[in-house]
C-alpha cells in the first residue's frame, strides 16, 4: 500500500520517497539501494573494506585508533548481554574494517512496538545486500538510552482477545534522567508475568523472564532482550551511554561548542528554507540553540547560548569553561537529536541509516550538521514498513470483504461495514437493485432534459445525489439494525481492528515485537527480511 494512502503520512516523507527533485536541496543522497552502494563503495577499499587513516579511500578514511576503540566497546558491551557467535564474528569484521548498516529505537519496554523490530531487520538485509556486492557490512543497532522521557517507553500494550491491555513498569511519570541507566522496579516481575500469561509459554517468555528482572536497567534489560531475540542474525547492539564512547567522541563534543553560533545559524537558515519550501522542522532551534545537553546530577539540562558563554539551567558559564568540563568529562555531555546521528556516524562508518517517516525528516536538519561538523552526509532509507496479517484475520478480512484500507475509517464504519455484508440476501439485492435502478432511469431522465432545456440538468444531478445519499441511509440503518441483532459483528470488527488498526494507528507503531515472535518464532525474521529486500517504497501487507 502507497504511503499516499497511509493516514498522517507527511509532505516531506512522501515527496523525499516519490519527488526527490523536490527536497534534493536537504538530503544527500536518493533513498534507493543503488545510492548506497555506491555510497558504501566510497567508504570502502579496494579489499572491499573501510578505508582507515592508514590506507584512505576516495571518501572520508575512518581512523584505525577510532575504530579499534569502538570495537572494543561492542565487544564489552555484546558479551555482557549474552551473545553468540555471529554477533562475535560481526564485531571482528568491523575490527577489520566492516561498514556499518544502523538502525536504532528507544529501549521501550518488553523490546517496544514491532516497528524496533523492523528497523533491526533492514539493517540487516542491508548489510547482507553489501556484503554480497564485495563490501563488508554489518547490522548496527543504536540503543537510544539517553533519552529521557520514560512515560514515552515504560508500557507495553498487548491484545488480550478483542481487547487491547497495556502493562505500565513504573509509577514514576518520569524526570528529566536519562532512561538507560534507570533500574526497573520490582514491580516488572507481576508485568513480566502477565506479559507471559498474554504471550503463552515458549521461548520468548523465557527471553522476557531472563531478561526483565530487578537488578537490570531500562537499557541492559532492553539489551538482553534483543540479544537473545536476534541471535544468529550477526546484529551488534551499542549503548552510547557508555564512558568510553563518550570520550571517543569528545572531539564532537568541542565542535559542537566552539562553533555553537555557526551551526545554530546554520540550522536557523535551514528551517526557513523548510518552510519556504512549505514543509515544516522536526525539531524547533531558536538563536539561543546548541546541540548539546549537559547531565547535571541525574538531570539532562539543555546547554543553551547566552552571548559569549552559555547558560546550563539557571548558571551562566562561560566558553572556556563549558570546553575545559567537555575536555575533562565528555561522559557528562550529550548530542540532542540532530547532533545524536552525527555522533553515531563519527564513531561508526556508517553506509545506511534506516528510519521512520519522522526520523527520516530529522535528517533534513540533520544534515547542515554533518556538513558542518564531518563534511559528508550518510544515505537514509525508510525502514521497513508493515502490517502482519494472521490466518485467523484473513480469514475475517475474506468473510467480511474488507480491504486493509477500510479499517482507517474507525471503529463505527468498520461495524456498519460489516453489517452491510451479512444483510439478508434479499434485503442486500433488493438495496443494491433499487440503487441501479434509480441510477438507470436517471441516466435516461437526464438524457431527455439536456434535449428539451440543459439548465434542468444540473438540478437533475443534485437530485440524483440526494436520491443515492438517501437510499444509502437505509442501507446504514438496515445495517446498524443488524448490528443490534448480531453482536458476533461488532465482536469481529474489534478483533480485526485490534490486532490490525489499533487505536487508529498502524499495528507496527502499537503492537510489540514480543506479540509476533511469540506467534511465529524466529522464522519471522527471515520472512521480513524476504519482505525489506526489495527495498519497496511502501507500506507492506504481510500474511503469514
Not at 560481526?90 to 528497523?119: D, H, N, T
Not at 540503543?143 to 482477545?161: F, K, M, Q
Not at 520468548?204 to 539489551?223: I, M, P, Q, T, W
Not at 431527455?448 to 440503518?477: C, F, H, N, W
Request: with cysteine; aromatic share 8%.
Amino acid at each position: 500500500m502507497p504511503f499516499t494512502a497511509i493516514p498522517h503520512s507527511s509532505r516531506l516523507f512522501l515527496d523525499f520517497l516519490f519527488q526527490f527533485e523536490k527536497v534534493k536541496g536537504f538530503y544527500a543522497h536518493q533513498p534507493h539501494s543503488q545510492a548506497v552502494l555506491e555510497y558504501a563503495r566510497t567508504l570502502a577499499g579496494a579489499d572491499g573494506y573501510a578505508a582507515t587513516d592508514a590506507a584512505p579511500a576516495a571518501g572520508a578514511g575512518f581512523p584505525a585508533e577510532r575504530r579499534a576503540r569502538v570495537a572494543d566497546v561492542l565487544e564489552k558491551q555484546n558479551r555482557q548481554w549474552g551473545a553468540q557467535s555471529a554477533t562475535l564474528a560481526s564485531i571482528e569484521r568491523f575490527r577489520q574494517g566492516a561498514v556499518a548498516c544502523i538502525s536504532g529505537q528507544q529501549v521501550g519496554m518488553l523490546g517496544g512496538p514491532l516497528y524496533s523490530l523492523l528497523k533491526a531487520v533492514s539493517a540487516l538485509q542491508m548489510a547482507e545486500e553489501l556484503t554480497a556486492q564485495g563490501i563488508a557490512a554489518i547490522p548496527v543497532f543504536w540503543l537510544a538510552t539517553e533519552d529521557h522521557d520514560l512515560a514515552e517507553i515504560a508500557s507495553v500494550t498487548l491484545p488480550a482477545g478483542c481487547e487491547l491491555e497495556k502493562l505500565t513498569a513504573t509509577s514514576d511519570g518520569g524526570s528529566d534522567a536519562p532512561v538507560g541507566p534507570l533500574p526497573l522496579e520490582p514491580r516488572i516481575e507481576s508485568l513480566v508475568e502477565r506479559a507471559t500469561q498474554l504471550l503463552g509459554a515458549g521461548w520468548v517468555s523465557d527471553a522476557l523472564r531472563e531478561s526483565y528482572r530487578v537488578g537490570e536497567s531500562y537499557g541492559s534489560a532492553f539489551a538482553r532482550l534483543f540479544t537473545r531475540l536476534l541471535a544468529g542474525t550477526g546484529m551488534v547492539l551499542v549503548d552510547p551511554m557508555e564512558n568510553e564512547l563518550h570520550a571517543i567522541a569528545q572531539p564532537l563534543f568541542t565542535a559542537a561548542a566552539e562553533r555553537a553560533e555557526e551551526l545554530d545559524q546554520a540550522l536557523l537558515e535551514r528551517g526557513k528554507a523548510l518552510h519556504i519550501a512549505g514543509y515544516h522542522e522536526q525539531v524547533r532551534v531558536t538563536p539561543e540553540s546548541t546541540l548539546l545537553f549537559s547531565l547535571e546530577g541525574n538531570r539532562r539540562t539543555v546547554l543553551h547560548r547566552a552571548g559569549d558563554g552559555f547558560m546550563l539551567g539557571a548558571q551562566r558559564i562561560s566558553r572556556r569553561e563549558v570546553l575545559d568540563q567537555i575536555a575533562a568529562h565528555p561522559e557528562q555531555f550529550s548530542a540532542n537529536v540532530l547532533l545524536r546521528p552525527v555522533m553515531q556516524d563519527y564513531l561508526f562508518p556508517t553506509a545506511v541509516y534506516f528510519g521512520g517517516p519522522a526520523e527520516l525528516a530529522y535528517f533534513a536538519q540533520a544534515a547542515v550538521v554533518y556538513e558542518k561538523l564531518l563534511g559528508r552526509m550518510t544515505p537514509v532509507m525508510p525502514r521497513l514498513s508493515a502490517t502482519i496479517i494472521s490466518p485467523a484475520m484473513d480469514d475475517l478480512l475474506a468473510r467480511y470483504r474488507l480491504s486493509f484500507g477500510d479499517l482507517f475509517h474507525g471503529s463505527e464504519r468498520v461495524c456498519e461495514l460489516l453489517a452491510s455484508r451479512v444483510l439478508a440476501p434479499g434485503l442486500r439485492e433488493a438495496l443494491h437493485e433499487a440503487k441501479e435502478s434509480l441510477q438507470s432511469h436517471l441516466t435516461v431522465l437526464r438524457a431527455e432534459l439536456q434535449s428539451l432545456d440543459p439548465t434542468l440538468v444540473d438540478a437533475a444531478a443534485r437530485s440524483e445525489r440526494k436520491m443515492l445519499y438517501q437510499l444509502a441511509k437505509i442501507g446504514a440503518k438496515a445495517g446498524r439494525a443488524e448490528l443490534r441483532h448480531n453482536k458476533g459483528l461488532t465482536q469481529d470488527a474489534h478483533h480485526v481492528l485490534t490486532e490490525l488498526f489499533p487505536h487508529k494507528e498502524l499495528q507496527e507503531r502499537v503492537l510489540p515485537v514480543i506479540y509476533f515472535l511469540a506467534q511465529y518464532g524466529p522464522e519471522l525474521i527471515t520472512e521480513l527480511k524476504k519482505a525489506a529486500a526489495p527495498q519497496c517504497p511502501g507500506h507492506q501487507i504481510i500474511r503469514l
